[in-house]
């Protein structure tokens, strides 16, 4: 007992050592849920149409498949966490996705619609843009449990291939010569910078749908779907191209109001000093 009580360590690298296989690994469920899946495998089937519309150079088809995509993409996510089926497996399926539909879809477009006349700076513009969406959908995944849920930082991926989509199926006849083809350039350049950077946009997921609402909401709500029945090109391309100006006119609103904050915080430091002064003048 003394000897045993003396060397326990002794004794213990004795005991034969665990084989690898005898350590408990986690077991992955098998299976996936079937119904918000269906909705992430249509929009990667959208984002794959309209990559062989637009290499046909049927643009007038292969756009509207990104707007498809885009509608696909709010509805998985939202039957995901109403029938509580959410997964990591399905975040990621998500993200996947997202990336050929909203990243690689729109360069391709883009590239076949207005950029090749650039030749290697036109599939450079469209790589850039697919690899901002790839940082995009990345950033999101490692940052969106701790994020305010009311904002986004930097331009969704959906919102962002919403900008040369409407565009090309506004008009898609697209361009030929390398003059024409250059302010294609700040149609996917502009998209792609926003998507990295920290700019923050407005997210509608808060948008309580149950809350109720005044009649004329309801009337503006009939206004937009007539006009967007009547004119579709000139509604989706406003609606594209608001969102986008949305976030820089957020981010300057905001430096203005820290510039204004700053200025009546240095008025009323220099307020005490200049009250203290009269004093000593009326003294003398």
């Known amino acids: ?9 002794r004794l213990r690298m004795l005991r034969p050592l665990r084989r690898r296989t005898d350590i408990p690994r986690r077991r992955f469920r098998r299976g996936v849920y079937l119904l918000p899946s269906l909705f992430t495998m249509a929009n990667m089937f959208c984002g794959y149409a309209c990559v062989v519309y637009a290499m046909r150079g049927e643009f007038a088809t292969a756009a509207p498949f990104i707007g498809i995509a885009i509608v696909l993409d709010m509805l998985d996510g939202r039957i995901a966490r109403m029938t509580g089926t959410t997964s990591e497996f399905g975040l990621e399926f998500d993200s996947l996705a997202d990336v050929i539909s909203f990243g690689l879809a729109p360069a391709i477009l883009s590239f076949a619609w207005g950029l090749h006349p650039l030749g290697r700076l036109g599939w450079a513009a469209g790589f850039v843009f697919a690899a901002a969406a790839a940082v995009r959908l990345a950033r999101f995944n490692i940052q ?10 930097g331009m969704p991926s959906p919102a962002a291939a919403a900008v040369p989509a409407s565009t090309v199926y506004a008009y898609p006849e697209g361009f030929q010569t390398y003059s024409e083809a250059l302010p294609v350039l700040a149609m996917v350049i502009v998209p792609a910078l926003l998507m990295v950077s920290t700019i923050r946009f407005r997210s509608f997921k808060t ?3 149950q809350a109720r609402r005044s009649y004329p909401v309801l009337v503006l709500v009939a206004v937009g779907l007539a006009l967007l029945v009547a004119h579709p090109q000139l509604v989706l391309v406003a609606m594209a191209y608001t969102y986008l100006a949305s976030g820089l006119i957020g981010l300057a609103w905001q430096r203005l109001r820290r510039k204004s904050a700053g200025s009546m915080q240095a008025a009323g430091s220099e307020q005490p000093a200049a009250t203290g002064e009269v004093p000593e003048r009326r003294a003398e």
């Open 207 to 209: 948008f309580d749908l």
């Open 144 to 153: 969106h449990s701790v994020q305010d849920k009311r904002y986004f930082a």
């Open 1 to 9: 007992m003394d000897d045993q009580a003396l060397h326990p360590p």
